[in-house]
């Protein structure tokens, strides 16, 4: 892929397509979405945007964690859609799903695990549900 034509995707237009909640914007998303998912287009996607997307199907548009994590995981295993740290992310939604945590906890305890490290200073006892983490306060 030559430098010109590296191509980023944002939020709206992954929102749009996961939502369909404006029709025409939905079905210009959907047309890209083909694109990347049969390979004729790769796309990379900002880590926050990625983010932004869990946070906004979770606060705004009420979706459960399990269905969050459902949708955004099956966009993100998309070949032609780049993200760095991929399997990180995607590992942190399984746990975010599964503990009823937040997304940044989840990618917080996730990235952990993959360095080895196993105590967290933090006052979040929300972190006292994920085995591997040994909350510290300080």
């Known amino acids: 892929m030559s430098p010109s034509s590296h191509r980023f995707v944002d939020t709206n237009i992954l929102l749009r397509f996961l939502t369909n909640d404006l029709p025409e914007q939905a079905d210009k998303a959907s047309m890209l979405m083909q694109r990347i998912q049969s390979g004729r287009e790769t796309v990379e996607l900002s880590i926050l945007a990625a983010a932004e997307i869990v946070w906004t199907l979770e606060r705004f548009y009420k979706l459960s964690k399990s269905n969050v994590a459902s949708k ?21 939604l399984s746990l975010y799903a599964e503990k009823n ?10 990235q952990m695990k993959r360095a080895g490290s196993s105590e967290l200073y933090t006052f979040d006892k929300e972190f006292d549900r994920v085995e591997h983490v040994k909350r510290v306060e300080p």
């Open 101 to 110: 945590i937040s997304f940044t906890d989840a990618y917080i305890a996730t």
């Open 72 to 92: 955004v995981s099956s966009i993100l295993k998309l070949k032609s859609l780049k993200i760095s740290d991929k399997n990180i992310f995607l590992e942190a």
